[in-house]
């Protein structure tokens, strides 16, 4: 390991046959924005350089009587990968991280003549992503209602803020982070799917598979009958017992009077035991004053 620069004329040649010094000031930021969320970091820089998983930008210094470097190798802890930068920048957006873990990071400057000893440890950090992509939604049917449920993803280190649902007709509603289950107006019938993603201050997470494809019950209608059934009538219906109107002449059970017959009611006017006392005659009582 190089111990520094040489100082003067004569000595400068020899300074490029040296390894730069051990890099210094190693700072890490979580970058969380936009990330996609990553169960399991990447072990390859190929892979992350397609930019999955959470980040995390570094920057450090190359001490000033350092000889110059030509790329740095980066370490992260827990490991990932290693990556060398293949350049003299001093900063580096390392990726390929899981979601919500704690990484630390090292640095060593390397040249044409080595490779330095690995710097002093960041500070930790916590990368976070977008959530995680929600499972698919499950679908209770009810008459005209659908009623969606959810289960919370992992957050991606970032508190879920809401979600977004939408259905296969063009339904769709934002809610907060505490609903996971949303009744749905629907008509009876009608055959639709169900999706949601998940939101926090990352941005959104990937949206769910779809639910399986739901018919909405439709409400039940019994079978047709006249407006009228028994025990009920319409006002006018005039002739059911036992209420008959009060013209109502006879029935097969009941005895039948010609119409001139005077004394029954209710025609007669004075029905036993109660007669006026010029009732003229009884046919019981003929016999006994005549």
């Given at each position: 390991?190089?111990?520094?620069?040489?100082?003067?004329?004569?000595?400068?040649?020899?300074?490029?046959?040296?390894?730069?010094?051990?890099?210094?000031?190693?700072?890490?930021?979580?970058?969380?924005?936009?990330?996609?969320?990553?169960?399991?970091?990447?072990?390859?820089?190929?892979?992350?350089?397609?930019?999955?998983?959470?980040?995390?930008?570094?920057?450090?210094?190359?001490?000033?009587?350092?000889?110059?470097?030509?790329?740095?190798?980066?370490?992260?802890?827990?490991?990932?990968?290693?990556?060398?930068?293949?350049?003299?920048?001093?900063?580096?957006?390392?990726?390929?991280?899981?979601?919500?873990?704690?990484?630390?990071?090292?640095?060593?400057?390397?040249?044409?003549?080595?490779?330095?000893?690995?710097?002093?440890?960041?500070?930790?950090?916590?990368?976070?992503?977008?959530?995680?992509?929600?499972?698919?939604?499950?679908?209770?049917?009810?008459?005209?209602?659908?009623?969606?449920?959810?289960?919370?993803?992992?957050?991606?280190?970032?508190?879920?803020?809401?979600?977004?649902?939408?259905?296969?007709?063009?339904?769709?509603?934002?809610?907060?982070?505490?609903?996971?289950?949303?009744?749905?107006?629907?008509?009876?019938?009608?055959?639709?799917?169900?999706?949601?993603?998940?939101?926090?201050?990352?941005?959104?997470?990937?949206?769910?598979?779809?639910?399986?494809?739901?018919?909405t019950t439709p409400p039940f209608f019994?079978?047709?009958?006249?407006?009228?059934?028994?025990?009920?009538?319409?006002?006018?219906?005039?002739?059911?017992?036992?209420?008959?109107?009060?013209?109502?002449?006879?029935?097969?059970?009941?005895?039948?009077?010609?119409?001139?017959f005077p004394f029954f009611p209710p025609?007669?006017?004075?029905?036993?035991?109660?007669?006026?006392?010029?009732?003229?005659?009884?046919?019981?009582?003929?016999?006994?004053?005549?």
């Amino acid at each position: 390991m190089a111990s520094g620069k040489r100082i003067g004329k004569k000595s400068q040649a020899s300074n490029d046959f040296l390894e730069p010094l051990v890099p210094t000031s190693v700072t890490a930021t979580n970058v969380g924005t936009s990330r996609p969320y990553l169960l399991t970091a990447n072990t390859t820089s190929a892979a992350s350089a397609a930019g999955t998983g959470a980040a995390a930008n570094l920057s450090w210094t190359l001490p000033a009587l350092s000889p110059a470097a030509t790329s740095y190798t980066i370490v992260s802890n827990p490991a990932t990968y290693t990556v060398t930068t293949g350049t003299s920048a001093t900063s580096y957006t390392f990726q390929g991280l899981a979601s919500n873990t704690a990484y630390t990071f090292t640095v060593s400057a390397s040249n044409a003549a080595g490779t330095s000893a690995a710097s002093t440890a960041s500070t930790s950090i916590t990368v976070t992503t977008v959530p995680a992509q929600p499972a698919a939604p499950t679908v209770t049917l009810q008459v005209n209602q659908d009623t969606i449920t959810w289960s919370a993803p992992a957050n991606g280190g970032s508190a879920i803020t809401g979600y977004t649902w939408a259905s296969s007709d063009a339904k769709g509603a934002t809610v907060g982070s505490a609903t996971t289950t949303v009744p749905v107006a629907q008509e009876g019938g009608t055959s639709q799917t169900y999706t949601v993603y998940a939101t926090n201050a990352n941005g959104n997470s990937l949206t769910s598979p779809a639910s399986v494809n739901v018919t909405t019950t439709p409400p039940f209608f019994p079978p047709f009958f006249p407006p009228f059934f028994p025990p009920f009538f319409p006002p006018f219906f005039p002739f059911f017992p036992p209420f008959f109107p009060p013209f109502f002449p006879f029935f097969p059970f009941f005895p039948f009077f010609p119409p001139s017959f005077p004394f029954f009611p209710p025609f007669f006017p004075f029905f036993p035991p109660f007669f006026p006392p010029f009732f003229p005659f009884f046919p019981m009582f003929k016999n006994m004053f005549g």
